[in-house]
């Protein structure tokens, strides 16, 4: 069997890889070694968060600088949103009626206002809040919030949703899609790209993507490349559903915290809690402290939530850069082998998609993706013998 | 029992299901000396079988009869004595095991006291003792308010002393519903209709088999028996190869429609067209068998196999009940649904398990008292395994009495049709928890107890074996919970943390 | 209809619940279910279809018994029915998922 592109990965980079792939006239095969959309992609909370996030804006204004880097995909990932369920022809959920970045402390709010002087320069809207804006826009707040930035553009869409909607699309458009596939070799024969499967069979294709979201760095090693990607364990809860109480994507600026309430009007919370990675093989286990914090800071800001019944808990395994940022692109020490995800992946991840679809399609890369680019990391792999 | 001492932190064997197992489990650890905790989520100890009248409540002759003996004396011997200490109306809501980073070495149990509060408990070793739950049958209708389970409508009878109906139809395949509508007759019942999948000649070739288990077992082979002869008697009708279809009724049940089973050339059960039966009845009782309850011991990271007439999704365990996971252990019907006697020699066996690898006892002093416990085991599951093997529902017939409109999830409101969507390319959802990503069945209040089993079934038509499906991730808190309880824990674990001086889990 | 078994049994004392504006007459130490079924109530929730529900598994596995009890302050909590205790004077409503 012989593809354009094998992308390894069936979460939302991959599939929406292949369906924008399928745009430009080419014939992906998507490799997924267990069921579409199973980890990070379908596990995690589904904001749709565009201001730069308390993890990135913590550490000092050098690496906000940095990280705003990530502000135009940002903006194409918005563009993509708005009209993703037309275009897919599906209900992703997607709402976005505006997210607040919460503050607590006059540290908190110098923060918002450092940040929003960032995101302005780089031409994202923000406005900041005071204490009355804020409780007109968020019922129940409590009085310990300060103010607010607030991003128009923010909300949410639904995870379990949408990487099966973009695989339905591309699969129309001539992808196919091969879950339970496990990759176990990727070799050059002959001028292009041989996989694997752990059942034996082979697949040829001119380019290979790794999508493989936390399982990067070992779809990178078949092919004898270090890919940067770490796994991260992330717990989230999911009260019981109640009448429209929320409107806004809540986050905070100095507390790892994300509040939403999806259509079927469960309200998520999250934010970045770890969970505890377990054996291979088996799902991150959550644990009753993190659990607890994570409702209390929730609480804090929003004490009705404390009325209502947490019904469960869930954990996901997400791949992060070693510097935060994500990966897209080629890398340069192979020939057409290309690396896409890492940070931030649901909100970003249909500019990711469409971003790489573009490079593989022209063989050309926007100037403002080198930032993006993984040859970033091309000193790691200069003792790999490449 | 101690009642509950609301600053216990700690205790070296925490036991969670106060049933036979967790009874029996309590009164060897307190005979060498070590007093457990014994946690459940009613009021009072018993486990399903002994769900006890609560305290207001006095019922002169309650549960008499011969079945209900020896777990009525374990129940005795564990209520009386001090040196158990007892924490009931508390839902275990999770287990994190033992953290060596953490500077942990032992359990940490995150307890639901209800009015009490959330509270953090740390133990040595844990004997998880979850007991069962009814297996769910999903057919038109049977959501409407009068089907329930045989075990919901005996646990109304015996533990309120109220009956919830006054025509019954009962529908199954187990033995229980005998038992049931027996009670229901001495309430004032009228029992409209007992209808049981097997065929007559099946049912007369089991008791005709079940003579060999006489001597040992007599009750359980003698009260079948004679409740056939007295709802004979009572002119109750008992109908064979026949299995509930569909619940008719707008507010509640009003009526049920039995089909016929066709076994035509030895195959599986299946319905047939013809021969369906509609029974006027306000209460509607189902007796397909049971699940055992193994999310606790799941979502703490123990292994798993896969009998679905054994009780679906069972703790793997060792010959002495030590789970996977060092330190746990499990025993009765979470381990396999084997009945009460079963139930009483598992919790013994686990406890002496748990006295010999603590080295509280040594292994000289209680071989030979192992080896009896063993050897009562060994006699209650030849009788249980019969007892299976009789009681199997018919899985084909069960399928197909699911429609495509029926629910499959009564939390989240999805029917079958629903599940079955992503089955087909590209997705070909396989796996029971991309489905439940991909359809939100299984993410309501009860977390997919209802209808995991009932996913696993429809996956594999007409089986209960082959290839075992994967159960949907259990996580804590396995049920739901007050969040306002859940983040007021998060001080008491800071303060916990403080006192140890560290803090190592925070992000 | 429903049946209090009388034969051989004492109950506790007589206590009143207030459904949905209906008073119910029940004995300390009833469940709120109990409490409900004795008085003839079988349905006490509402799924976001409009199907009626009630008492499923009794022992506090499936939450189909969900029914709200009134707080002082007038919040509304969500509990089981089977598996919680009713007390004089509480006041229940049917739970109506859609207006949840």
């Known amino acids: 069997m012989s593809y354009d592109v094998a992308i390894i990965g069936g979460g939302l980079a991959g599939t929406a890889a292949a369906y924008y792939l399928t745009g430009h006239g080419l014939t992906p095969a998507v490799l997924e070694a267990g069921e579409l959309n199973a980890e990070a992609s379908g596990a995690n909370a589904g904001s749709l968060h565009f201001q730069l996030e308390h993890r990135l804006i913590a550490h000092g204004d050098a690496l906000a600088q940095q990280v705003a880097a990530i502000i135009p995909l940002a903006k194409r990932a918005m563009a993509l949103w708005r009209g993703l369920e037309t275009e897919l022809r599906a209900p992703l959920d997607v709402v976005m009626d505006g997210g607040l970045m919460l503050a607590e402390t006059p540290e908190d709010m110098a923060r918002l206002e450092a940040k929003q002087a960032v995101e302005a320069r780089w031409g994202l809207d923000t406005q900041m809040l005071d204490q009355a804006q804020v409780r007109a826009r968020l019922p129940g707040v409590a009085d310990t919030v300060l103010g607010a930035a607030h991003c128009a553009d923010e909300g949410h869409a639904n995870p379990r949703l949408t990487t099966l909607a973009y695989a339905r699309r591309a699969a129309e458009r001539g992808a196919r899609f091969f879950p339970h596939a496990r990759v176990t070799a990727t070799e050059r024969r002959a001028g292009a790209w041989s996989l694997t499967l752990a059942d ?82 088996r799902r991150p286990r959550a644990f009753p402290r993190t659990i607890a914090r994570n409702l209390a800071t929730a609480c804090g800001v929003w004490p009705e939530l404390g009325r209502l019944a947490l019904l469960r808990t869930w954990t996901g395994t997400v791949g992060v850069s070693t510097d935060q940022l994500p990966l897209i692109g080629r890398l340069s020490a192979l020939p057409d082998y290309y690396v896409v995800g890492a940070g931030s992946g649901f909100t970003l991840g249909p500019a990711f998609a469409a971003t790489l679809a573009d490079q593989i399609a022209t063989g050309r890369s926007d100037p403002q993706a080198t930032v993006y680019s993984p040859d970033r990391f091309a000193h790691l792999n200069m003792f790999m013998g490449l | 029992m101690s009642g509950d001492d609301p600053t216990a932190t700690a205790a070296p064997v925490a036991i969670v299901g106060a049933g036979p197992a967790g009874l029996a489990a309590a009164a ?182 079940s003579l060999r288990h006489l ?45 016929g089973l066709d076994r035509a050339g030895g195959r599986a059960p299946d319905m047939t067209a013809d021969r369906r039966a509609r029974v006027a009845c306000d209460t509607l009782a189902l007796c397909y068998g049971f699940l055992a309850g193994t999310e606790l011991a799941r979502a703490t990271g123990a292994a798993w196999t896969w009998d679905l007439d054994a009780g679906g999704w069972l703790v793997a365990h060792d010959g002495a009940f030590r789970s ?34 603590r080295g509280w006892a040594t292994s000289d002093s209680t071989d030979a008292a192992r080896r009896r416990d063993a050897r009562a085991l060994a006699r209650a599951l030849a009788f249980a395994r019969d007892l299976r093997r009789f009681a199997r529902p018919p899985h084909r017939a069960l399928d197909r009495i699911t429609g495509a409109d029926t629910l499959v999830c009564r939390c989240e409101a999805i ?17 029971m928890n991309a489905v439940k990503r991909a359809t939100r069945v299984g993410m309501g209040a009860c977390q997919g107890r209802l209808c995991g089993a009932i996913l696993a079934r429809l996956a594999r038509p007409g089986t209960g074996g082959g290839q075992p499906p994967r159960p949907f991730t259990a996580r804590m808190p396995v049920k739901p919970a007050s969040i306002a309880a859940v983040a007021a824990l998060a001080e008491h674990a800071d303060a916990a943390d403080d006192d140890r001086g560290d803090q190592t889990d925070d992000g | 209809m429903p049946t ?44 976001r279809h ?12 499936c939450y189909d018994c969900l029914v709200g009890v009134e707080a002082a302050d007038g ?17 229940l409503h049917t739970d109506r998922e859609a207006s949840r």
């Not at chain 2, 746990?328 to 010999?356: F, Q, S």
Request: proline residues 7%; positive net charge.
């Open chain 2, 324 to 357: 996977s996971v060092p330190g746990l252990y499990a025993a009765g019907e979470a381990t396999g649904v084997d009945g009460a006697d079963a139930a009483l020699a598992k919790g013994r066996l686990a406890a002496r398990a748990i006295l010999a690898d």
């Open chain 3, 50 to 61: 409009g199907r009626p529900r009630g008492l499923w598994c009794g022992m506090g596995v």
């Open chain 2, 28 to 209: 060897l650890l307190a005979d060498h000396g070590v007093r457990p905790l014994l946690i459940d989520e009613a009021p009072r100890p018993g486990g399903q079988i002994l769900r006890q009248p609560p305290r207001e409540t006095t019922v002169e002759r309650w549960l008499p009869g011969p079945l209900y003996r020896a777990p009525k004396a374990a129940l005795r011997a564990v209520e009386d004595r001090a040196d158990i200490a007892w924490l009931g109306g508390a839902t275990v809501l999770g287990i994190d095991p033992p953290d060596p980073l953490a500077g942990r070495d032992g359990f940490e149990l995150w307890v639901d006291t209800g009015a009490r509060g959330h509270r953090l408990i740390a133990a040595e070793r844990v004997l998880l003792a979850t007991g069962a739950y009814e297996l769910p049958v999903a057919f038109p209708g049977w959501t409407l308010p009068g089907v329930m389970g045989a075990g919901a409508l005996q646990t109304v009878l015996k533990s309120q002393q109220i009956l919830p109906g006054n025509r019954l139809v009962f529908a199954g395949s187990h033995p229980l519903q005998l038992v049931v509508a027996d009670q229901a007759l001495d309430a004032g019942a009228e029992v409209a209709l007992v209808a049981f999948s097997q065929s007559r000649p099946a049912v007369l070739a089991a008791a005709a088999r």
């Open chain 2, 215 to 259: 001597g040992r077992h007599w009750p359980k082979v003698w009260t079948p028996a004679r409740i056939l002869a007295r709802l004979a008697a009572r002119g109750v009708a008992v109908r064979f190869n026949t299995v509930v279809a569909e619940a008719h009724g707008s507010h509640s049940v009003t009526a049920a429609t039995l089909a």
């Open chain 2, 415 to 431: 029917t079958r049709a629903g599940v079955e969507a992503g089955r087909q390319p590209p997705l070909a959802l396989a796996d």
């Open chain 3, 4 to 47: 209090r078994i009388d034969r051989g049994v004492t109950r506790g004392p007589r206590i009143a619940l207030r459904f949905d504006g209906q008073t119910v007459a029940a004995h300390a130490g009833d469940s709120i279910a109990a409490a409900l079924i004795a008085a003839g109530i079988r349905a006490w929730r509402v799924d």
């Open chain 1, 200 to 281: 034996g069979r082979r697949i040829r294709a001119r380019v290979l993507v790794n999508a493989a979201g936390a399982w990067a760095r070992d779809v990178g090693q078949l092919a004898n490349v270090h890919i940067p990607i770490v796994p991260v364990a992330l717990q989230m809860t999911v009260t019981e559903p109640v009448a429209p109480r929320l409107g806004h994507l809540i986050q905070h600026a100095g507390k790892a915290l994300s509040m939403k309430q999806v259509e079927a009007g469960n309200i998520l919370v999250g934010g970045g809690w770890p969970a505890r990675l377990g054996d291979p093989g």
């Open chain 3, 75 to 91: 919040t509304v909590r969500r509990v089981r029915a089977c598996t919680t205790p009713a007390e004089d004077g509480m006041t």
